[in-house]
């Protein structure tokens, strides 16, 4: 059973273009997506999501202003003509940021992709690393980064306690 050893105490770990975004779980034993490998390799997932804020709301209200001007332009221009559609407004705001993944046995980890989300009241994002932990770890901790910098927020995870590590 995996267990949070310390965090933020709201997990709020970052602020990305004046959203804060939160720790929402991980996962020690996720399956790679079929983009990173399509024999489906275990590897750690990372999920993060955008706080519903007044921010937030106004992102999502001018995002359905923007796509119901796109919806207009495809009806009178066509499909080929009505240029692409607006990108989610979560998108940009949660793919600043991730982490650097260690545990106590110095394992390397690696980012091998992941995606977002962020119209609606969800913004969330799911970042994956490769490999999942060894087995003899004890201790995961999560340093998460905005743009490759450090926040100065990270999350320790203890891997075991006598149980088979999993979801949190």
């Known amino acids: 059973m995996t267990t949070i050893v310390a965090a933020p105490g709201d997990l709020i770990i970052g602020v ?4 804060s975004v939160r720790f929402a779980g991980i996962n020690v ?10 024999d489906g390799d275990s590897c750690i997932q990372i999920m993060l999501e ?12 001018q995002h359905a202003r923007d ?3 796109w919806v207009e332009r495809r009806r009178e221009l066509g499909t080929q003509n009505a240029g692409r559609y607006p990108p989610l407004p979560g998108d940009a705001v949660l793919q600043r940021v991730r982490a650097r993944v260690t545990d ?26 490769f490999p999942a932990p060894p087995r003899t770890a004890s201790l995961l ?6 743009d490759d910098e450090p926040t100065g927020k990270e999350c320790v995870i ?3 306690d006598g149980q088979a590590p999993g979801t949190l």
């Open 158 to 160: 203890r891997l075991r």
């Open 104 to 129: 106590d046995l110095g394992t390397s980890y690696h980012w091998i992709g992941g995606h977002t989300s962020g119209t609606g009241s969800e913004w969330d994002s799911s970042w994956f690393y």
């Open 29 to 38: 034993e996720a399956r790679q997506p079929p983009m990173a490998s399509p």
């Open 16 to 19: 990305s273009d004046g959203v």
């Open 50 to 61: 955008g706080v519903n804020d007044l921010e937030v709301r106004r992102r999502n209200q």
């Open 141 to 146: 901790t999560l340093t998460f980064t905005l």
């Open 67 to 69: 796509e119901a001007a």
